[in-house]
């Protein structure tokens, strides 16, 4: 079954990540086009930023860009494409390898959030093998199975999220009152408060984006 599972990952030598810690505010998001060539490193982005000059100064120290052209300006971005170094880190080149797509690529809190689109979970976890091979950080935000399946249900849930959720239900924290605190619930799979809350939330909107919400968002 084909999977949507959205990512956020870090690592300093990711594509355009030091022209993004140079900058701070700045947007840039990867344009999607029909080119999956693996052995391709050339991308086309739109990077939105109030003063070109600076941005292009950036741009050129950046360790992880080879070359880059400006093809497009509106006064407060514009679409380049940009020839990535050989040390730059690109999570595109191992998901077209698993015969996965970026549907949408975009900075975020100084790395990328990705939705990728995935024949199946073991797509995924290859990615993964190849973040945690590469220090890359990674964390899975959302999973959706894109089909009805006779396996067992996820309903968008990572394991991690099921399992906080798995323990804080049999330990009453939704009960009326509270049988367990949120940090004596973190205790028992060893997260912090913070983590656990984080794990709890996604988990939650998982479990209603897959059963309750509109399908069609």
Known sequence: M??????YIEHELLALIPTVQRLGDISIRVITQGNTNPGSTEFPFFIEYADRDELEVALGADPTIESYKCVDWTGTGGIYYIEHSEQTELISTVATEVNGFLIHTETRDGGWLVRLLLPNREALSEIWEYA??????MEILEIYGNSNTNDETSYGLTEEQRIALKTVYEHGYFNEPRDISLDEAADKIGLSSTAMSGRLRRGMRNLISSTIADADR
């Open 2 to 7: 084909s999977i949507t599972a959205k990512i």
């Open 132 to 137: 945690r091979g590469n220090d890359i950080s």
